[in-house]
């Protein structure tokens, strides 16, 4: 909305600043940061009084996790608000992949707040259908792919300009790379602060690569492919490390809010979708391979439980396995946020080693 305002001023005098892409992506972050922290404290009371009994806690979990029970749930909703006022303030509105992005967001987020609602409301795990779940998430990602694709390449880290021609099975390809970012980071959001901050790490990881994405003398000097007006990406990832630094504000633990269904399937959805778009799906499952950790811990726990009848993990996702083992919830928190330092790095790395 400002960006198209100085537009129609010319850019002149204190409007030019909106011109930057970077000024426009530190205002996004500030500006997102801001009104977390501005709603969270009556919106949390909001939630408490609605919710009543919060999210429902597993019996079967670890059994400090019981002192949670009355925590409220949906606060990925003042992510989602956060992160989309400030979107529509700071970014370019004509831009194709602001409203791919956005049909993520509020697409998934929706899902998640219809899945965090059955639940509460009926006080049960089980929520919405995972059959119904995935026919949605897989429409709302089939639309952004529509939305962004320009060509079917899957590109390959680390050397330059080399891909694989998917041709139409790409569609697919980059619709599973969406819906399963989103359920991955929804599986690592089991403890306090667990999933935020991976996903605020891997958002400015993100914000890097979009910016030089969108940029043809960086991309062609990087040897990474050039996507036009994809910069504009790096200002959407900003806005999500502001409100994800607000939210964790409240998610430090002791949590006086859970993200719920609703924030981690939005944020995890948004950075699929963001991948997608500058053509870096493989270095997403770098940067982001906390959540795929988590994701194949489930995976491989059900498969072999299914057909041995054994666990190969104590309890699955991954993170519950290391709680299990003696680790203090906190240790478990901090010791996954370096990890997702190191493979931020690394995936930032394969920007170079070509």
Not at 28 to 49: C, K, N, S, V, Y
Not at 160 to 176: C, E, K, T
Not at 307 to 319: D, E, L, N, S
Not at 325 to 343: A, D, K, M, N, P
Request: hydrophobic share 55%; glycine share 10%; aromatic share 12%.
């Amino acid at each position: 909305m400002l960006y198209i305002l100085a537009q129609w001023l010319h850019f002149e005098g204190l409007t030019n600043l909106v011109r930057y892409q970077s000024f426009r992506s530190g205002a996004a972050l500030l500006t997102a940061l801001a009104i977390g922290l501005l709603i969270g404290p009556r919106f949390i009371d909001m939630l408490r009084l609605r919710q009543g009994k919060g999210q429902p806690i597993r019996a079967d979990g670890p059994q400090s996790h019981l002192a949670k029970r009355g925590t409220p749930t949906m606060g990925g909703l003042m992510i989602v608000i956060a992160l989309s006022i400030a979107l529509l303030l700071w970014m370019d509105l004509s831009s194709r992949y602001v409203w791919a992005c956005l049909v993520v967001t509020l697409g998934f987020g929706l899902i998640g707040f219809l899945d965090d609602y059955d639940k509460v409301t009926k006080y049960a795990h089980k929520g919405v259908s995972a059959r119904l779940r995935l026919l949605g998430e897989f429409a709302v990602a089939g639309v952004a792919v529509a939305l962004v694709t320009t060509e079917t390449h899957l590109y390959v880290p680390v050397f330059s300009n080399l891909y694989v021609p998917m041709g139409p099975f790409y569609y697919l390809f980059a619709a599973f790379v969406i819906v399963g970012a989103g359920n991955a980071v929804n599986l690592t959001d089991g403890l306090d602060g667990l999933a935020i901050m991976p996903v605020i790490i891997a958002a400015g990881t993100f914000a890097i690569i979009a910016y030089l994405a969108g940029r043809a003398d960086y991309a062609h000097y990087l040897g990474i492919p050039h996507v036009p007006h994809a910069g504009e990406l790096a200002i959407f990832c900003a806005a999500v490390m502001g409100a994800g630094l607000a939210f964790l504000w409240f998610n430090a633990p002791p949590a006086a809010v859970f993200m719920g269904d609703t924030g981690s399937l939005a944020l995890g959805g948004t950075l699929g979708v963001i991948a997608v778009s500058v053509h870096h799906e493989i270095v997403l499952a770098i940067v982001g391979g906390l959540f795929v950790m988590e994701a194949v811990s489930v995976i491989v726990q059900v498969f072999v439980y299914k057909r041995t009848g054994k666990r190969v993990f104590r309890m699955a996702p991954i993170h519950h396995h290391f709680e299990q083992l003696g680790w203090q919830e906190s240790t478990v928190v901090i010791r996954f946020w370096i990890v997702s330092i190191v493979l931020a790095l690394l995936g930032l790395a394969t920007l170079k080693v070509r």
